[in-house]
T-cell receptor, first 116, second 111 residues
Framework: NAGVTQTPKFQVLKTGQSMTLQCAQD?????MSWYRQDPGMGLRLIHY???????DQGEVPNGYNVSRSTTEDFPLRLLSAAPSQTSVYFC???????????????FGQGTRLTVV | GENVEQHPSTLSVQEGDSAVIKCTYS??????FPWYKQELGKGPQLIID?????GEKKDQRIAVTLNKTAKHFSLHITETQPEDSAVYFC??????????FGAGTRLTVKP
């Protein structure tokens, strides 16, 4: 049971480039989310999905797109990378939305992204 | 929306001592308060959580207390060990909103 798998682990982009961060979970979780972690700011929600075909914006969605075509996969796309997007990105999944069912969120190991 | 504040940002203790991390939240509708531990190079991992109908919960050396009236909750680690060194995050959520995290506390346990 792999849990939540993120790829790549490290990435360097030039300003203006685009890329997709991959996230896959094998726990049949309905709820998946993307966070960014910046020093002194904790984890901030970028986008989330309550099930296949359904996505919504979180606290800091600008500059990012997501899609959820299957239960297992939830990729995060950077359309035109900016230095302000330099961060560590975490994907998480849980059985349901955290508040509604109060269930544990499982996190991937993170992607460290640097935009130069 | 919910705002979670966490203190202190860094905490250094001697092995065997206790460590306490405190969080406050703003939304009185919040009813779920998890604590996550993040080790270097890894993603956060749930270590304990508490719901609003409970005032205290213990799991071996870890305990969490919740004061709904004052809107604050705390993590207590007793008999600290070097492997407790990590970054700890508190969070809060309710039935209609997603989790909001505190800024984190870097705990160092000196042998």
């Amino acid at each position: 049971n792999a849990g939540v798998t993120q790829t790549p682990k490290f990435q360097v982009l030039k300003t203006g480039q685009s890329m997709t961060l991959q996230c896959a979970q094998d726990m049949n979780h309905e709820y998946m989310s993307w966070y960014r972690q910046d020093p002194g700011m904790g984890l901030r929600l970028i986008h989330y999905s309550v099930g296949a075909g359904i996505t919504d914006q979180g606290e800091v969605p600008n500059g990012y797109n997501v899609s959820r075509s299957t239960t297992e996969d939830f990729p995060l796309r950077l359309l035109s990378a900016a230095p302000s997007q330099t961060s560590v990105y975490f994907c998480a999944s849980s059985y349901s939305r955290q508040g509604a069912m109060n269930t544990e969120a499982f996190f991937g190991q993170g992607t460290r992204l640097t935009v130069v | 929306g919910e705002n979670v504040e966490q203190h202190p940002s860094t905490l250094s203790v001697q092995e065997g001592d206790s460590a306490v991390i405190k969080c406050t939240y703003s939304d009185s509708a919040s009813n779920y308060f998890p604590w996550y531990k993040q080790e270097l190079g890894k993603g956060p991992q749930l270590i304990i959580d508490i719901r609003s109908n409970v005032g205290e919960k213990k799991d071996q050396r870890i305990a969490v207390t919740l004061n709904k009236t004052a809107k604050h909750f705390s993590l207590h680690i007793t008999e600290t060990q070097p492997e407790d060194s990590a970054v700890y995050f508190c969070a809060a959520s309710d039935n209609n909103n997603d989790m909001r995290f505190g800024a984190g506390t870097r705990l160092t346990v000196k042998p």
